[in-house]
């Protein structure tokens, strides 16, 4: 959202309805220009423009770890309240990696399911639990101090990608949609 100024300040002729949901909407049904998507892509239709990615990051407010102590190992998650997310395609638990490097995943026990990443943020904020997600989207409060990182040693490193996702391309991609693809490409940073 706060790229949409800058957006329309060199395409003013152009009008911008955002709908701001995190679940998946069919593009051709909902008659929308571009869609952007965190997460693995479904195969579909559609044209995709990757506009980067970021790794993944377990995160606490300093007041709930202060409440209810710092979780020192994936194990001990299941004494904390993991908030989840409630798509679909969300796993039921958090991937790790244990001393040897090997897989391990730490199933979701908390008292909070979220359909939005906004939405999920602030209740860490407000010390509501423990979540997962993209450093892209807490960078700057963990830069704050506002959240703090956890379980870094068995973090195992993965990215979620995010794209715009739109119908068409070449010769059939409406001026605006083109404009807004090369913006996004331009000034995204992940």
Partial sequence: MPLLPRFLERHGEITVEAVLTDSVID???????????????????????KLGQSRMVV??????????????TPGD??????????FA????????ID???????????????????????????????IA????????????????VPLLEDFNPGDEEPTHAVYVG????????VRAFLDFLAETVRL
């Fill in 77 to 86: 998650l299941g004494r904390h309240n993991m908030l989840a997310f409630g």
């Fill in 132 to 147: 997962r997600l993209a450093r892209w989207h807490v960078e700057p409060d963990i830069a704050a101090g506002r959240l």
């Fill in 89 to 96: 395609r969300y796993i039921d638990g958090w991937p790790f």
């Fill in 99 to 129: 001393a040897a490097g090997a897989p391990v995943m730490a199933p979701i026990a908390g008292n909070i399911t979220l359909s939005d990443g906004e939405a999920m943020r602030l209740s860490v904020l407000s010390g509501a639990g």
């Fill in 59 to 72: 995160i606490a407010a300093p007041a709930y770890l202060e409440a209810r102590g710092t979780p020192l």
């Fill in 169 to 176: 391309q070449g010769k059939h991609l409406p001026a605006r």
């Fill in 27 to 49: 593009l051709m049904e909902e008659r929308a220009d571009i869609a952007i998507r965190a997460g693995p892509l479904r195969e579909s239709r559609l044209v995709a423009r």
